[in-house]
Every structure is written in C-alpha cells, then in structure tokens.
C-alpha cells in the first residue's frame, strides 16, 4: 500500500500512480484527505430487479417496465456504493430486460456499474424458479426460462443470447432443505448436460455460471467447467479438488442467507436460515483451508440495493483475512467477468475505477461499507 497516494488519470483510464505523479499542466486535483483509494468493488452475483419482500409475488404483481426501473434504480445505489463493475444474476422473471439497462448504462443514459448480464436464469420444469405453489389453473409464469436437457438448453441459450445475454446462469440445483445438519437439494441437469451447455457458451465465446447449493448438482458442474458455482453451501472433497483444479471460484452469498434469517416470516423460517449459515460458515472455513479460490458474491436483490459490501465483512467475520477478501472481490472478481486486464486494480491502462474509503480495510474491512467517493471511467460519480 502506497502512502501517500496519488493517480492520473486521463479520460476513462490510469496513466500513472505512484506516492507522486507527475502532473500536467491545467490537471484537475481531487484530493481526498485522510483516505484510502482501492479499485472499484466488484459483485459477481446481484439481481437488479429484485427488492425486498416477497420474491414471488413481486414478479406476478409488477410490470416488467416498472420492475426495470426499479432495476435502474438499483444500478444506481450499487453505483453510489461503490460498485462500479457487477454481474447480474437473473431477472427472476424479466426476461432480457437487463440487456436495455446494461445498454443505457453503457450509452450514458443512466448511472449505474459495468453490467454482464444473463436474462432470466435456466431452470427445468417444476425446478427451483419454477411457479410451483400456485392454481396451476392460473398458469403462473415461472421466474426462469425452462429447459429439460442439452437439446433445449442449446436452444434457450442461443435465444437468450439474440436477446443479448452476455452469460448464462443455470441453476443446477433445486430448492434446498436442512436435514440431518446437511443441506439438501436435488441436482437439476446431468454431468453431460451441464457439459454441453458450457460447450455451447464457448462456441459463442462466453460462459455459465451455476446456482448450486451442493452435490452432486455442484460436481457436475465442475467437472463440466462452469465459471463460478455461487452458494457452493455444502460440497464434498472432490468438488473442492476440481474447482481448485480448474479454478472454478466459490461464491458463498453470505449476506442474502443473514439477511432472511433477520427478516425471516416465522421463527421457524428463522431457524431454517440460521441453520443454513452455520452449515454454509463451517464449509467456508473448510473450503479456504483446502485453498478453494473465491470471488465475491453478495445475491444482493432480496435485500437493499448499496449495502452489499457487508458481504466482505461477514467473509472476515467468519475467518477470511482482509486482503484476502479484498483479492477476491477485485482480482478474482474482476477474472470471473472476463475483464481482469481492465478492472480490479489501479494499474495505468486500467480503467479509472476509483473509490475512496475512510480507513484503511485491511485493519478494519467494515471501512468499504462506507465509500466516501467514487469515480468510474474517469467520472466522479460521488464526492
């Protein structure tokens, strides 16, 4: 850690950094104190049209366009966060309506973070997003695009990326239980269906991604070679081998599980959700001591938009050591997106993603729940 601090930047991206830089004429100086400059915070797992409260009925009560200005919104607050780079997880429900805030970000239109999208997320008949607890009189729409082998998700996949999904996230998983102290769920797609899904992402130059709470839905999807499995709550040692193997990343999403356990709907529900986490804390710790890589992933959505770096400070809470938590969120956060040669460090050709906190995080993370300024591309956003 350099101190004191200073960068150039010129248009969107770094030219120098250093204790001094130096300055040319008529440059614009920004000083920001006592405060420690860090990249940009990276998540690798958000939903933009989600909000608190109930999940389901949110997609059958709200409009697509009101969800998707909702979802614009949301961009901002992550933005104000200092979030200024994030992959969107699933419209629950909203189709491809990503792809228009993805665009109005990148066209200037609205402030948010650069955006990967996915559209809806894959998922089978009577599957985890599947409307499963209604009339099915009512013919409830399911909050996921649906696909019941290779044939049908090549076909999903090559409709989601005409729509302009940037990757695809596949729940491989289903909905999951506590029994016996081990989470439960049941694998959604094959090992050789996962395989040919992730093919076909390659053949279009992109990736899956994999909702997967344990095995062996979380097997087959390391060994068919996902990108990342986010949740990873409870898998075995194989799993950890592959991923470590192929560099698959975990991505625990703390903060969503703490969040329903604070809000839950009963003391029942409660008691589910604090089972849940201290399963998925004990698998953590046994994850990074096998050396398991991680990036950060908060499932922001359910609860507020912009407080999701608490993400970080559970990931320490529960025994990661800070620079480790911040190489997770940046650097491998940055690598999941496929943009570890612009973002997630500030390195001169690096875009100007800069935000400053007050304090230094690697003696107290909780500082990044506080970003005091934030600039992205260049722009300051927030001062």
Known sequence: MLAPGEILVVGERIQAVGSVVERPKNA????LGDTTLLPGLIDVHIHLFLHPGAE???????????????????????????????????????????????????SGLIPGPRLLVSGNAIDILGGHEDAVKYNPAQHVLPNADL????????????????????FFKIYATGKDKVIDGHIVSPFQYTE??????????RRMGTIVSVHAQDDPGALFAARAGVTSIDHASEISEETMRLMIEKHIPSIPTFAVFEYFAEHASSAAAAER??????????????????GVPFAVGSDVGPFPHGTQAHEMTLMVQYGMKPLTVLQADMIEGARVMGWADRIGQLKPG?????????????????????????MKGGTVVRQ
């Open 28 to 31: 614009r100086v920004i000083d």
């Open 56 to 106: 389901d009925l949110q997609t059958v009560e709200e409009s697509v366009p009101w969800r998707t200005l909702i979802a614009a919104s949301a961009a901002q607050a992550d933005l104000m966060a200092g979030f200024t780079a994030e992959r969107d997880m699933g419209t629950e429900g909203a189709g491809s309506a990503d792809t228009a805030v993805r665009n109005a970000i990148n």
């Open 147 to 166: 696909a019941n082998n290779a044939t049908e998700l090549i076909a999903v996949m090559r409709e989601q990326r005409k729509q302009g999904a940037d």
């Open 192 to 201: 050789a269906e996962l395989a040919a899904a992730v093919a076909e992402a």
């Open 273 to 290: 959700e604090r089972a849940m986490i201290a399963i998925k804390v004990a698998e953590f710790k046994k994850q990074m001591a096998r």
């Open 350 to 374: 690096y875009y100007a993603d800069v935000i400053a906190v007050p304090g230094n995080p690697l003696e107290d993370i909780r500082v990044v729940e506080h970003v005091a300024f934030v």
